[in-house]
């Protein structure tokens, strides 16, 4: 029988140890945990992502600081806020909401946020420490869906996982956690030729390709665990890159969209603050 893989479960789990987490922190240091939130332009669906990363946080105890600004907000206006919010001890994390308006150079942007505030994983220096297995924070999308296969009891060490999409805030750092829990891990793309073919050789299919419903039942190994970490909007809601309806009687495990990966995106962020703001708390004891 196919095990459904509960997102919103495991990130209410997830979001009660970070409360006693902040709660201890407040005792200890006298301060709140923050959480600086950047938002630039009014795209509907990233306003969404920004309420519900917000409404997360307020139930931990964590404190979000709202920056929201006009789409045509200048690079350079954007670059300095990031450096007024890299020297705010009050603010622990930084989340700078993406795409950006096409004006913006993401890149830039991003590489301007002092890598122990990256709550989100996304810097150079966050991805070249998962690269080598350091200790680090890691993009929440690829944490969360280790944490979910930990969770639901899933042997990763000796399989064989696929991940289908290369980005380097899924993709990428997803590959790289399969491979430190010794998995045997194979990329694909666009590039790919017979993706179908390559998909059916996995014992752990994780799919972050952003095209929906792209893996049918075609690509499934029976008894296959299937991770699908797209969002697509379609007629009747939020649809993911795998054909559900097909693939889950091939499936031992799947998770489902909406309610599978993307609460525990939101759930890793919490997580990832309150540990950048430990570890803040920690140097400032030490000096």
């Known amino acids: 029988m196919t095990r459904i893989i509960d997102g919103n479960s495991l990130a209410a789990i997830v979001r009660e140890q970070a409360a006693i987490q902040v709660q201890e922190f407040e005792q200890q240091t006298g301060t709140t945990i923050g959480l600086a939130v950047v938002l630039v332009g009014d795209d509907p669906a990233s306003a969404v992502y ?34 007024c919010l890299n020297a705010d001890s009050a603010v622990h994390g930084i989340l700078v909401q993406l795409p ?3 004006h913006c150079d993401e890149e830039e942007i991003i590489a301007r946020i002092l890598p122990e505030k990256d709550v ?7 991805l070249g420490l998962t690269i080598r297995g350091q200790d680090g924070i890691r993009a929440c999308t690829p944490l969360g869906v280790m944490r979910m296969l930990d969770y639901y009891g899933i042997d990763i060490e000796g399989k064989h996982a696929v991940v289908v999409g ?27 030729q017979d993706l179908p073919s390559v998909c059916r050789q996995a014992d752990i299919l994780v799919v972050a390709a ?11 190994k029976c008894g296959a665990v299937v991770i699908d970490v797209g ?3 379609g007629e009747d809601g939020l649809i993911g890159d795998v054909d559900f309806e097909s693939v889950a009687p091939l499936a031992s495990a799947i998770t489902p969209v909406p309610g599978g990966v ?6 890793m962020l919490v997580e990832n603050t309150v540990q950048a703001a430990l570890k803040a708390g920690s ?5």
Do not use: W
């Open 283 to 287: 140097l400032r004891q030490n000096t």
């Open 120 to 126: 989100d994983g996304f810097t150079a220096t966050s």
């Open 262 to 267: 993307g609460p525990m995106t939101r759930a």
């Open 166 to 192: 290369r980005s380097t805030i899924v993709g990428k750092p997803q590959s790289l956690l399969l491979l430190a829990a010794n998995a045997t891990v194979t990329v694909c793309h666009s590039y790919t």
């Open 210 to 220: 952003g095209s929906a419903k792209l893996i049918d039942k075609s690509c499934i």
């Open 100 to 102: 950006l308006p096409d």
């Open 231 to 233: 969002i697509n909007r």
């Open 50 to 83: 920004v309420r519900m990363k917000e409404s997360d946080c307020a139930q931990v105890g964590i404190r979000t600081f709202d920056h929201r600004l006009p789409a045509d907000t200048s690079q350079a206006e954007l670059l300095d806020l990031i450096d």
